[in-house]
């Protein structure tokens, strides 16, 4: 939950290339909306290329500022979108990885969806939780210990929560789960 003192604030972490259009840009605007404060950060501040599908690319996004520039207490939660290149290369990404694991050290909230729980598989967090993801990480899912289901949205608490779902068609409810766990307006 967010600090009765300030606004909650949320951090999405992407790549530079290969985000799932949808999933970044619909939580960017969904949380911001609601009066949440959101910080998308990425590897650089250069431009972070969307795809649609991911093999369309579309519309580049301007990251706020770059991994390295970000620290876990000004953030409640931290989002991951999908797209599968995207996941692949912040798994490979230490500050990403960190990052993963300095929010669920501190008992913050964490939300992905799609691929990406791969940042989550890397950063060895998942092991005893219940989650979803796109059915492809099925296998790496079990693989790291967690319970694999297929439901729109999981939200698994014990020690720091877990937010997960599967697709752009699960949006809404991954956004709304987001809002109700950092106590949004």
Same mark, same amino acid.
Request: with cysteine; proline share 5%; aromatic share 4%.
């Given at each position: 939950?967010?600090?009765? /003192?300030?606004?909650?604030?949320?951090?999405?972490?992407?790549?530079?290339?290969?985000?799932?259009?949808?999933?970044?840009?619909?939580?960017?605007?969904?949380?911001?909306?609601?009066?949440?404060?959101?910080?998308? =950060?990425?590897?650089?501040?250069?431009?972070?290329?969307?795809?649609?599908?991911?093999?369309?690319?579309?519309?580049? %996004?301007?990251?706020?500022?770059?991994?390295?520039?970000?620290? %876990?207490?000004? +953030?409640?939660?931290?989002?991951?979108?999908?797209?599968?290149?995207?996941?692949?290369?912040?798994?490979?990404?230490?500050?990403?990885?960190?990052?993963?694991?300095? +929010?669920?050290?501190?008992?913050?909230?964490? =939300?992905?969806?799609?691929?990406?729980?791969?940042?989550?598989?890397?950063?060895?967090?998942?092991?005893?939780?219940?989650?979803?993801?796109?059915?492809?990480?099925?296998?790496?899912?079990?693989?790291?210990?967690?319970?694999?289901?297929?439901?729109?949205?999981?939200?698994?608490?014990?020690?720091?929560?877990?937010?997960?779902?599967?697709?752009?068609? /699960?949006? /809404?409810?991954?956004?709304?789960?987001?809002?109700?766990?950092?106590?949004?307006?």
């Amino acid at each position: 939950m967010s600090r009765p /003192d300030r606004e909650p604030a949320v951090l999405v972490v992407t790549s530079q290339t290969g985000v799932e259009r949808d999933e970044l840009l619909e939580p960017l605007k969904q949380l911001r909306d609601n009066g949440i404060r959101v910080t998308h =950060a990425a590897p650089s501040t250069d431009a972070v290329q969307t795809f649609v599908h991911d093999t369309e690319a579309d519309t580049t %996004v301007d990251p706020d500022t770059d991994l390295a520039s970000v620290s %876990v207490s000004d +953030f409640d939660a931290l989002v991951v979108p999908g797209g599968t290149v995207n996941a692949d290369k912040l798994r490979t990404t230490k500050e990403a990885v960190d990052l993963a694991r300095g +929010f669920a050290d501190a008992g913050k909230t964490i =939300a992905a969806i799609c691929h990406g729980p791969w940042l989550l598989v890397e950063a060895d967090l998942i092991r005893g939780k219940t989650m979803t993801s796109y059915p492809s990480l099925q296998t790496d899912v079990r693989n790291a210990g967690a319970q694999w289901v297929d439901e729109q949205v999981v939200r698994t608490q014990d020690g720091w929560t877990l937010i997960t779902s599967r697709n752009p068609r /699960d949006l /809404d409810a991954f956004c709304s789960a987001i809002e109700t766990e950092v106590g949004a307006k």
